[in-house]
């Protein structure tokens, strides 16, 4: 197939707020080895590119500084090496960057089909969450039935994503989130308890339930004190971004003493290999859940490429509910 030579995307212009992305004629890339060419259909929006777009979260040096971390679309070229994909397959793959465009590279272990009888909007928003959740949840944090898990922004794309996960692995699941409308959407996916942060004393309630035996954040600053807290003994705290801040103060005696582990991570920076690895394990655990119906896709809203600063207007807001995407391919 030939590709035109050049693409609309959104960049950004200079690090500052959603008004920054600026729509440009950029060159098509062209695969190495081991990478395959998607036409988009759809891009997720991502906290990760917000932060990209204010200057806070640099691409690794070999990306693309296209902002996009995850996308769905049609496979439309092969680099060497590349054998499970051909063209024409629809996939939806997680991005080292790049998605805000017509076209996006991605190493082709770091595709998955889409579900079958799956919109490709709804498959747009399942790499980032998906892979960020089973690696931190499961991979990382080793979630297993009977536990209580606790996930901070429960209303979040990584929030709705980790409730219904861990719901389906058998977990005990509890949610943090700011109104109560948001709350009723945590019960409603499967939440045992969800907790208005803002009138509710999360720690109080979980202590009151024995402790969390797994708590993801991504809040940081004072929740950091008040998760180790809430945790029960030999408890996991699973930090995956500081929206308040990465630094506090904290008693290690008391992590020590009450065998705790704090660990978390950042999915972008991690080699190929390592997102291999969780790709296929998203494929042999999540894809099920997806198939059966105990994992669905929980939409806020749709905007055109161009429309790029409005959806990040819109991520950065408190109001949203789940995945925002952009629709790139009419």
């Keep these: 197939m030939t590709l035109s030579h050049s693409m609309l995307a959104m960049e950004i212009s200079a690090p500052g707020g959603p008004d920054v992305l600026k729509p440009v004629s950029v060159p098509v890339p062209v695969p190495r080895h081991g990478q395959i060419i998607i036409r988009v259909a759809y891009a997720g929006v991502n906290r990760p590119d917000a932060l990209q777009r204010a200057g806070a979260y640099a691409p690794p040096p070999s990306a693309s500084p296209l902002p996009g971390l995850e996308c769905s679309g049609t496979v439309v070229e092969v680099g060497p090496g590349v054998t499970r994909w051909q063209i024409g397959d629809k996939v939806c ?43 931190n ?78 708590i993801l954040d991504m809040v940081g600053g004072g929740y950091i004190e008040r998760n180790i807290k809430a945790l029960a003994d030999d408890g996991r705290l699973v930090q995956i971004a500081f929206l308040q801040g990465a630094k506090a103060e904290l008693n290690f005696a008391e992590v020590m003493m009450r065998r705790l582990t704090i660990t978390g991570s950042t999915l972008r920076p991690q080699s190929d290999l390592a997102k291999a690895r969780i790709a296929a394990e998203v494929e042999a655990h999540v894809w099920p859940m997806l198939a059966n119906g105990a994992l669905k896709v929980v939409h806020d809203s749709e905007y055109d490429l161009n429309d790029a600063p409005a959806a990040h207007w819109r991520i950065e807001a408190p109001g949203h509910v789940g995945k925002i995407v952009l629709k790139v391919e009419n």
Excluded at 108 to 135: I, K, N
């Design 137 to 214: 949840v499961v991979m990382r944090g080793g979630l297993t039935a009977g536990e209580r898990f606790l996930v901070h922004g429960g209303t979040s794309g990584i929030g709705t994503t980790a409730i219904q996960i861990a719901r389906a692995l058998g977990a005990r699941v509890f949610a943090t989130a700011g109104t109560d409308e948001k709350c009723k959407v945590c019960t409603d996916l499967g939440a045992e308890v969800a907790l208005n942060y803002r009138s509710e004393d999360f720690t109080a309630a979980l202590k009151a339930e024995g402790g969390a035996n797994l």
């Design 93 to 135: 793959a997680l991005l080292p960057g790049g998605g805000y465009a017509e076209y996006a590279a991605t190493p082709a272990a770091h595709a998955l089909p889409v579900p079958t009888g799956m919109s490709m909007r709804d498959a747009a928003c399942l790499p980032e969450t998906c892979f960020t959740v089973w690696s």
